[in-house]
């Protein structure tokens, strides 16, 4: 358990810029600072936000798409790489842990990517979802099992997921058996309308009460203006209306102020850590209230790379996607865990 009895954490519902290949990204960045300068200590933007979700896969067919597929490519991050290192600095300003969804670019390759920052402003997780989702999969490449990891902060121990990753009981239970503190979940936003601001409620909640953890989620927003340049099809418009759930929620399932449904803006709640014991003496779901003689989980941490080298082939650092920024250890190739 952290030794900070009371955390004040910050979720960002914002539009992303969709005209400008830096735009979003000054804007993350001023939200972090905004965000520092009110006492946070930990930020989340929503999923996949620099530069922005690829609402255009959601409401064009595959054979139309190649152009708005190519522009995400241009604007896509690189990590390391200058994004990352404007996000670090912002972080390291304003003294929080952030947790930034991007498209990462890896050569030939997009993937939906998770980012977490220490207060330091160090890349400390780089994960990313390990199955896009219906129309994703044109977009995306698919993730392994290294990114499927809780990080220690200075506010205690962070675990992030993407979406309806959390439709995967068991990528939630791996999370949970690392014994996270603080979840922090991204979604887009702006789509299917309503059920699905409805379904976010009730999954972020039911995740809180099952881990015994706090749950910050953020959801993206799109103005008007924004969907019209997506689609000019009234009838695929109404597909990116909706679906907005920025909100804080307790180990004990209960709302920390009202969530954030539409336009944009910035939730800031304080977490009290004694909620988790709270919440674990109860019901701790990988401690005593487990039966694993009977149930557990078999998990494959490992990242997976395209090449192996052997002698004094070593391999490059990107092509290893989630491993350790900072270092690359190839001895993790056939890593498995019990949980």
């Not at 152009?67 to 300003?93: D, F, I, S």
């Not at 203006?225 to 695929?236: H, K, L, N, R």
């Not at 701790?284 to 998990?299: K, M, N, Q, T």
Request: proline share 6%.
């Amino acid at each position: 358990m952290t030794t900070a009895r009371i955390v004040r954490v910050a979720a960002v519902q914002m539009s992303p810029d969709l005209e400008s290949a830096t735009g979003t990204v000054d804007k993350v960045c001023r939200a972090i600072l905004e965000a520092g300068e009110k006492g946070a200590r930990m930020v989340v933007f929503p999923e996949t936000f620099v530069p922005y979700y690829p609402y255009f896969s959601f409401v064009q067919p595959a054979v139309t798409m190649g152009a708005a597929h190519l522009e995400l490519y241009e604007r896509a991050v690189t990590v390391p790489g200058p994004v990352t290192q404007a996000v670090g600095e912002a972080a390291r300003r304003a003294g929080a842990v952030v947790v930034l969804g991007v498209n990462e670019r890896d050569h030939g390759s997009l993937y939906n990517t998770q980012l977490v920052f220490d207060e330091s402003g160090r890349l400390i997780l780089r994960r990313r979802k390990i199955t896009p989702t219906y129309h994703e999969r044109m977009v995306w490449g698919q993730g392994d099992g290294s990114g499927l990891k809780v990080v220690d902060t200075g506010i205690g121990r962070i675990g992030a997921l993407a979406c309806w990753e959390h439709y995967n009981p068991l990528a939630r239970y791996a999370l949970m058996a690392q014994h996270e503190e603080i979840h922090a979940s991204q979604f887009p936003g702006s789509m299917v309308g309503n059920i699905f601001a409805e379904q976010i409620a009730v999954t972020i909640r039911h995740h809180a009460l099952e881990s015994g953890c706090f749950v910050v989620n953020a959801t993206g927003w799109l103005s008007d203006a924004q969907v019209a340049s997506i689609t000019p099809d009234p009838a695929m418009q109404r597909a990116l209306r909706g679906g907005c759930h920025t909100a804080i929620v307790t180990p004990e399932g209960n709302y920390l102020g009202e969530p954030l449904r539409e336009g944009e803006g910035m939730l800031i709640a304080d977490l009290d850590m004694a909620l988790i014991t709270k919440r674990k003496r109860m019901m701790d779901s990988v401690g005593h209230y487990a039966r694993p003689e009977l149930l557990s989980l078999r998990a494959d941490l490992a990242a997976r790379m395209p090449l192996h080298g052997v002698g004094e082939l070593s391999p490059s650092p990107s092509l290893s996607p989630m491993s350790g920024v900072d270092h690359v250890d190839d001895s993790t190739a056939s890593a498995t865990a019990d949980l």
